[in-house]
């Protein structure tokens, strides 16, 4: 249990279905993130939000929206995906400071499989 | 660009010692982080290094060198649970985190 729940744990969707993904940190952490991961390639971040602010957008596809109500839950809506999306999406949080990166806190992730 | 190097895959023997190496050129540096994923679950906190020399932590250490761009997970006494990837990341100079593909430690009895 690392205090980031995510939901649904497993989802398979067509190309035209629109999704979400939820994710619930109990930290009390000002940062939440998505990252993609795919088998043998790096952790791909996609959205940061700090302090409910995104701060980061790394050239996502449109396909993907984030949205952040409050600084606990984040959600990633899904629309018109590709296979080629099929992935384990992780979500993390983490305690910022100014110039300081602090310790990621992961869910344990929403493995999506797009047909 | 930016990257990390790490190997793909090792195997080791139940009992012994194992090193995994993360090689990193990144525009500049903040801080290593090492991290545990086994199959299904989260990635989990391992150490973290900003400074150089070895961190030790039960049977776990982790080792940096900033002159070199290199550190080291090293493993003792290896249990079948430590059978898992070990991802390595970096902080940059503008406090992003790059990542490696991370190594998949297998285990045998």
């Known amino acids: 249990e690392t205090g980031v729940t995510q939901t649904p744990r497993h989802l398979v969707m067509g190309m035209t279905n629109k999704k979400s993904l939820k994710c619930e940190q109990h930290?009390?952490?000002?940062?939440m993130y998505w990252y993609k991961q795919s088998a043998k390639k790096p952790l791909e971040l996609m959205f940061v939000?700090?302090?409910?602010?995104?701060?980061e957008n790394n050239s996502v596809p449109s396909r993907f929206s984030p949205e952040c109500p409050n600084s606990s839950h984040l959600f990633l809506h899904l629309h018109t995906l590709q296979p080629e999306d099929s992935a384990l999406y992780l979500c993390a949080s983490s305690q910022e400071g100014q110039d300081h990166t602090g310790e990621l806190f992961f869910g344990e992730g929403s493995r999506l499989t797009v047909l | 660009g930016q990257n990390i190097d790490q190997p793909t895959e090792m195997t080791a023997t139940e009992g012994a010692i194992v090193q995994i190496n993360c090689t990193y050129q990144t525009s500049g540096f903040n801080g290593l982080f090492w991290y545990q994923q086994h199959a299904g679950e989260a990635p989990t906190f391992l150490s973290y290094n900003v400074l150089d020399g070895l961190e030790e932590k039960g049977r776990f250490s982790s080792f940096l060198s900033r002159s070199k761009g290199y550190s080291y997970l090293l493993l003792k006494e290896l249990q079948m649970k430590d059978s898992a990837s070990y991802l390595c990341a970096v902080i940059n100079s503008n406090y992003q985190l790059i990542w490696g593909a991370g190594t998949k430690l297998i285990i045998k009895p």
């Open positions: 939000y700090n302090f409910k602010e995104q701060t």
């Open positions: 930290l009390g952490h000002n940062a």
